[in-house]
């Protein structure tokens, strides 16, 4: 069996002390940075990418670490949607619906434990869809040539901007926000500056890390001040915590379907793992019937998104490790984190360096059974953590920001940039602009342009060339679809509201 | 309504100087079919199309602050600039207690909290970075330490 063997490969790479003890410790800070509302996910990461970095870990250690960490947050976010009904990330929001009624009954531990079983479940599934699935997307990968990256870089941003938000020009404008910034600094191919303004500063373009940690991490402390650290306030108490065996064999078949469900939403370039829980969500809503009582504390309606965000993280991870596109903002970081290794992800990757893609495989598996054993026994030290009041922790968040990309570049024109990315973010987000097609319009600018300009050397500068196979036409009608289809559906896919008290 | 009329009427402007500036860009002699200027007039183009339908076609308002949140907020930007200026020449210590003091303030207006708070996080963070993350910080500007 080939895939057993690259696994095993995977684990030899993975079952080294140091990178278990990695993985440990990420699971740890991930779920940590989960739990605590405004800290989600992709910020976490981003602001520990520079730390991370100069540390001087190589390469497999630092994904070992930033994965374990990834699939940590998306089991934190749960712990304060069930015990405060804010969600902790954008993901856990579905969880709030039934989770936060079912501890309001005095079944806080059950809700947790049932939650933890169901992120386990949908992420040890979606890994294995990962396993199957990516070396398969691989191989059709190699068959893409210019034209057709070009076209799914538009299909990456078409779907984001058509999916996850409620405005496409505004999600357009935002992909056109970070083309333009990605623009910026010397040209490839001509070896002279673009659009620098002749700030020498600005001859090695703008770090897309400069431009995450202040739209994602910056922009939040501003947002605390606005509202005052309002709406984090303790909620219920966690009693006795046992593990509810009925509610976790009665939601079995909930998470399996959830798993698949979330797995697809999560595969879909744009789309990411908030799809994923609502989609999971939704669909097990309707499966259940009226009398299921989702909404007012059912463990199904607790088991169901979980399971479905946790399959869309893994599931996001397919199309960024095969193809460099990422799924969702957080895999987009991740995106991040391997260029900054000097990894490309891409088809070349399986075959050119196996033992990066197999032992981040791996890893994620073991990250996946720690976290199990880490959030069942030990969900009440996370409780307590959930306490910190933001007057610390977003100060405490902000200075990490600030070290982290000072550590970098040793220059104070990079801090003054981050703290423009974050006034810009805060601006950006009021005006309900999504911030995430920015950070990929960053990641994938120069790539894209790349692209075309090769398509147009190969063709000698005829643009047809661009829809000439059919891959490439099947993509380009997938982008407008995609882009186009969300505003017709807006009503059948408006997302409920958080219940209030 | 007036929120993304303004929004949209900045961004068609910067869209437009954008993709004007795009055109200035030199070109080397061996260009390629395409060249330095195409993509970047393209995105200019494309932003200016999305400004143009954000102001024909806008969202309701969102939730402004009050004007003392805004100075507030204001005064936070100001504060981390001037952070971003001194963690160079005075250290570490001494602009971190201050900064993060300062914002937690801001978060929660008690005085003692947040004064604690700042000497605090000053104190663990560099024990943190220096200590266990091995980073290279300078605690307090070279002048005190000679």
Known sequence: MDLLSNLAMGFGVALSPFTLMLAVIGCFIGTIIGALPGLGPSNGVAILIPLAFSLGLDATSSLVLMTSVYYGAMYGGRISSILLNIPGDEPALMTT????????????GDALVLSGVASFVGAFLATIGLMRLAPLLARVAFLFGPAEYFALYLLAFATLGGIASNNQAKAALASCIGLGIAMIGVDNNSGLPRLTGGNLHLYDGVDFLVAIVGLFAVA?????????????????????????????????????????????????PGAGASLGSFLSYMSEKSIAGENAGFGTGAPRGVAAPEAGNNAAAGGALVPMLTLGVPGSGTTAVLLALLMTLNITPGPTLFSDRPEVVWG????????????????????????????????????????????????????????????????????????DVPTVPIILGILLGGHME???????????????????????????????VGFIAPMFLRNVLKRPQRITD | ?????????????????????????????????????????????????????????????????????????????????????????????LPTAIASGVLSYQIRPRLLPAALTGIRLSAGLFAIFKFILGLGLVALPASFTG
Not at chain 1, 389 to 403: A, C, E, K, N
Not at chain 2, 44 to 65: F, K, S
Request: proline fraction near 5%; glycine fraction near 8%.
């Open chain 1, 97 to 108: 619906l039934d989770g936060y009624p079912m501890a309001k009954q005095g079944r806080a």
């Open chain 1, 220 to 268: 939040e402390v501003f947002f605390f001040i606005e509202s005052h650290g309002k709406g984090s306030s303790i909620g219920v108490k966690l009693e006795k915590v046992t593990i509810p065996v009925r509610d976790i064999v009665e939601s079995g078949w909930t998470m399996l379907r959830s798993s698949a469900v979330g797995f697809v939403a999560g595969v879909l």
């Open chain 1, 360 to 431: 981040l495989i791996a890893s994620l598996l073991i990250a996946n059974v720690v976290l199990l054993l880490m959030n069942v026994p030990m969900v009440r030290i996370f409780v307590r953590i959930l306490s910190v009041p933001p007057g610390v922790l977003l100060p405490g968040v902000t200075m990490v920001s600030f070290v982290g990309i000072y550590s970098l570049s040793s220059s104070y024109f990079d801090l003054l940039l981050m703290i423009g990315f974050g006034v810009l973010g805060f601006v950006l987000r009021k005006l």
């Open chain 1, 450 to 480: 790349n692209s075309l300009r090769r398509a147009m050397v190969l063709s000698d500068g005829d643009w047809t060339y661009l829809f000439s196979s059919p891959i490439a036409i099947a993509l380009w009608a997938v982008a407008i």
């Open chain 2, 1 to 93: 309504m007036l929120s993304d009329r303004i929004f949209g009427l900045v961004a068609l402007m910067v869209a437009l100087a954008y993709g004007a500036s795009a055109t200035q860009i030199q070109a080397s002699f061996m260009a390629d079919p395409v060249g330095p200027r195409t993509f970047p007039i393209l995105v200019g183009c494309v932003a200016a199309l999305c400004a143009l339908v954000i102001i024909l076609r806008p969202d309701d308002d969102p939730e402004w602050p009050s004007l003392r949140t805004l100075g507030a907020l204001a005064f936070a930007v100001a504060v981390l600039v001037g952070y971003a200026y001194a963690l160079g020449p005075f250290g570490f210590l």
